[in-house]
């Protein structure tokens, strides 16, 4: 059979992928504790599934518009002007099929064979892929647990090019749940712009985040420089609606046109009533997500309580998000040299499943979730101590 060259290179999801074989191994009668998920073990809130419930019995089940309905752009516009006082209107807004679908439309929209896009790491594992099947090469910029998993504007100095058309900046982060302070933000945003890179801002986890800090945001970057800013959101991570497929991007018209364009030719519209969902989410007020936050916040002080006790490993304190991940090389064997080979070490001996920071772009690294109940989280971590370290 003859495939396409951009599906053989394709690699599948490496965090789908372990999620998968968890399960697999828990069906044929395992006993397995995963940590690999990345998704918020909580129900979506009821007020959210009513809406999607009345939409049904309303008939609301039809096509709407392609970049969502007018109703539900308008709500994720307030989404930014409430929490983050910018200024934008149903034209600045385009809802896909998650967070997922918005970046992909962005690469799609904007990038050209050969530009060059640069990804911080750890990265998000889907970064690089899309951006090859956009054509362009991701760029990636490496950083260090020493230095909070954070890059900075001399990094981004160092590693722009003429072909540099795109940055992608993704806080709170999914793997290590680092978190740019306001100041890098505008330091990395001004960089982007006086020199005429795109910033996408990936702010799918800017709700979760711990020890009172005000979620941030580019939002504000975007309002002043329209062209040079994109930002990405969804309702997957902060409103516990992962399987609801609810995602928006904030740009300008113009990108958000052609994102609408290339949307048109593949998926149109997101489900109607998940729209109609979504819609009650960014309009329903943050009680049920100070819940999960505060949940999240308990289990990431637990998670680093235990990790802490791990001889020679070292994970920056999260300040956001729901991972940690820690740096464990100094524990790499010649039977177990890499962060793959840990975690398939961890799923056979002691029925851990945790993600290969190989994934994401840093081989030294695991990723935990602690998007799991306090027992699971504390009994596995437990557990991986024990396993590794006696
Ligand atoms: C950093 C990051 N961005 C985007 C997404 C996409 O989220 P969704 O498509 O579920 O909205 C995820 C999901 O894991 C993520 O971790």
Same mark, same amino acid.
């Given at each position: 059979m003859q495939l396409a060259d951009r599906v053989q290179h394709l690699k599948p999801s490496a965090t789908l992928a372990i999620s998968a074989k968890a399960q697999e191994l828990k069906a044929a009668g395992h006993d397995i504790l995963s940590l690999s998920v990345g998704e918020p073990d909580?129900?979506? !809130?009821?007020?959210?599934?009513?809406?999607?419930?009345?939409?049904?019995?309303?008939?609301?089940? =039809?096509?709407? +518009?392609? !970049?969502?309905?007018?109703?539900? =752009?308008?709500?994720?516009?307030?989404? @930014?002007?409430?929490?983050?006082?910018?200024? +934008?209107?149903? %034209?600045?807004? #385009?809802?896909?099929?998650?967070?997922?679908?918005?970046?992909?439309?962005?690469?799609?929209?904007?990038?050209? !064979?050969?530009?060059?896009?640069?990804?911080?790491?750890?990265?998000?594992?889907?970064?690089?892929?899309?951006?090859?099947?956009?054509?362009a090469k991701p760029v990636i910029i490496p950083s260090t647990a020493e230095a909070g @998993?954070? #890059?900075?504007?001399?990094?981004?100095?160092?590693?722009?090019?003429?072909?540099? =058309?795109?940055?992608?900046?993704?806080?709170?982060?999914?793997?290590?749940? +680092?978190?740019?302070?306001?100041?890098?933000?505008?330091? #990395?945003? +001004?960089?982007?712009?006086?020199?005429?890179?795109?910033?996408?801002?990936?702010? #799918?986890?800017?709700?979760?985040?711990?020890?009172?800090?005000?979620?941030?945001?580019?939002?504000?970057?975007?309002?002043?420089?329209? %062209?040079?800013?994109?930002v990405l959101n969804g309702t997957a991570k902060t409103f516990a609606m992962t399987g609801w497929r609810v995602g928006y991007a904030l740009?300008?018209?113009?990108?958000?046109?052609?994102?609408t364009r290339l949307q048109g030719q593949s998926t149109s519209n997101v489900c109607s009533v998940a729209q109609?969902?979504?819609?009650?989410?960014? =309009?329903?007020?943050?009680?049920e997500v100070e819940v999960m936050k505060k949940a999240f916040e308990r289990r990431r002080n637990l998670a680093m309580d235990i990790v802490n006790t791990w001889p020679d490993v070292l994970c920056p304190r999260p300040q956001g998000a729901f991972y940690?991940?820690?740096?464990?090389?100094?524990?790499f064997t010649k039977a177990m040299p890499d962060s793959t080979a840990m975690c398939a070490f961890l799923l056979d001996k002691a029925g851990i499943a945790a993600v290969p920071g190989a994934a994401f772009g840093n081989d030294n690294c695991l990723r935990f979730?602690?998007?799991?109940?306090?027992?699971?989280? %504390?009994?596995?971590? *437990?557990?991986?101590?024990? *396993?590794?370290?006696?």
């Amino acid at each position: 059979m003859q495939l396409a060259d951009r599906v053989q290179h394709l690699k599948p999801s490496a965090t789908l992928a372990i999620s998968a074989k968890a399960q697999e191994l828990k069906a044929a009668g395992h006993d397995i504790l995963s940590l690999s998920v990345g998704e918020p073990d909580f129900p979506t !809130p009821k007020h959210i599934c009513d809406a999607a419930k009345n939409a049904i019995d309303a008939g609301f089940t =039809r096509y709407t +518009a392609v !970049p969502g309905t007018p109703d539900l =752009r308008a709500a994720a516009a307030g989404y @930014f002007k409430q929490h983050y006082g910018v200024q +934008a209107g149903p %034209e600045n807004i #385009i809802i896909g099929n998650g967070g997922k679908q918005c970046l992909y439309n962005l690469f799609q929209a904007v990038l050209n !064979p050969g530009d060059h896009v640069l990804i911080p790491a750890p990265y998000w594992v889907s970064y690089p892929p899309m951006v090859e099947l956009a054509g362009a090469k991701p760029v990636i910029i490496p950083s260090t647990a020493e230095a909070g @998993f954070k #890059i900075s504007v001399a990094a981004l100095e160092a590693a722009h090019t003429p072909k540099t =058309r795109m940055l992608v900046l993704n806080s709170p982060s999914n793997p290590t749940g +680092a978190c740019y302070t306001q100041k890098e933000l505008e330091a #990395i945003a +001004a960089w982007a712009i006086a020199h005429n890179v795109l910033l996408a801002a990936d702010e #799918i986890y800017d709700q979760l985040v711990y020890d009172g800090k005000t979620p941030l945001s580019l939002a504000p970057m975007w309002e002043k420089n329209p %062209e040079h800013v994109v930002v990405l959101n969804g309702t997957a991570k902060t409103f516990a609606m992962t399987g609801w497929r609810v995602g928006y991007a904030l740009a300008h018209p113009d990108y958000i046109k052609a994102m609408t364009r290339l949307q048109g030719q593949s998926t149109s519209n997101v489900c109607s009533v998940a729209q109609k969902a979504a819609e009650a989410a960014l =309009r329903g007020g943050l009680a049920e997500v100070e819940v999960m936050k505060k949940a999240f916040e308990r289990r990431r002080n637990l998670a680093m309580d235990i990790v802490n006790t791990w001889p020679d490993v070292l994970c920056p304190r999260p300040q956001g998000a729901f991972y940690i991940f820690p740096d464990m090389h100094h524990h790499f064997t010649k039977a177990m040299p890499d962060s793959t080979a840990m975690c398939a070490f961890l799923l056979d001996k002691a029925g851990i499943a945790a993600v290969p920071g190989a994934a994401f772009g840093n081989d030294n690294c695991l990723r935990f979730s602690y998007a799991v109940s306090d027992e699971t989280l %504390e009994s596995a971590l *437990t557990k991986v101590g024990k *396993t590794l370290f006696g």
